[in-house]
């Protein structure tokens, strides 16, 4: 794949609090092929269970810091990518190089690279709308679902609260990132909400945050048939197929996944228990992800109850 990216120094990423993990980076992903994609790999190789957490918009691994450490506590291996164009990994500057394809055969790629099995899907937004797809290429893989604030890309009709922001991030071709996270989440530090600022240095590293909400198929409104097709695909599966432990935490205040969206999403996962109702939670549901990865686990019997 010859695309134009560029590479963040890595020198914007010493010392974030609260992440102390090594970067792993892989190069010759079939149909990536120079192109550069970090993700960390925490715990041991041979661990029962590997928990993949897939970040979402505008995001990177980074989201999971909190998460992590209680999956690691438990005896999981831990992999935590990034998508192209956010983080760690490589930035294609053309908007157009963005599609879902694109970033769900990454994916695949990764995984299948990495040959992770038992796999625990963790996932929010983005994460969650190509993540749950997955399991329709490669269903031996995947184990276990801890499902936040996400949808199905089935060309569903998007919320009031999601227009507004496909709106604008199309108007903000240089959003501040670090900016919109506290914004979200009041409680975050200066420090952390530069640590989702390091990844892009200016406007040009921007091209996958000002893309990912045009990526959301709306039915009428020009979305890709094969996208919608998939997206139902791995609704039925999950509904019909999976047959895995489960667990779900909703951010009760995000105005674009909230309860009601996730209300829908826990009718099409076969054997989903009553969600974890985070309370004053916004959509960046992992930013106080560490009780919602002990209830998991302890639901699991991974690890006992707090």
Known sequence: MTLKALRTPDTRFNDLPGWPYAPHYVDDLPGYEGLRAHFIDEGPRDAVHTFLCLHGEPSWAYLFRKMIPVFLQSGARVIAPDFFGFGRSDKPVDDAAYTFAFHRDYLL????RLDLTN????VQDWGG???????VSEPGRFARLLIMNTAFPTGAEP????????DYVARTPDMGVGALMQRSDPSMSEAEAAAYDAPFPDASYKAGVRRFPQLVPVRGQGADEAVMTIGKAAQTWWRNEFRGQSFMGVGVADPVLGPPVMTQVRQSIHGCPEPLMLEGVGHFVQEHGEPLARAALAAWGDLPAA
């Open 159 to 166: 919320t009031p609260g999601f227009l507004a922001w496909r």
């Open 109 to 112: 790629a990764l995984i299948r």
């Open 129 to 135: 709308l190509l993540g749950l797809t997955l399991p």
């Open 119 to 122: 796999v625990t899907l963790v």
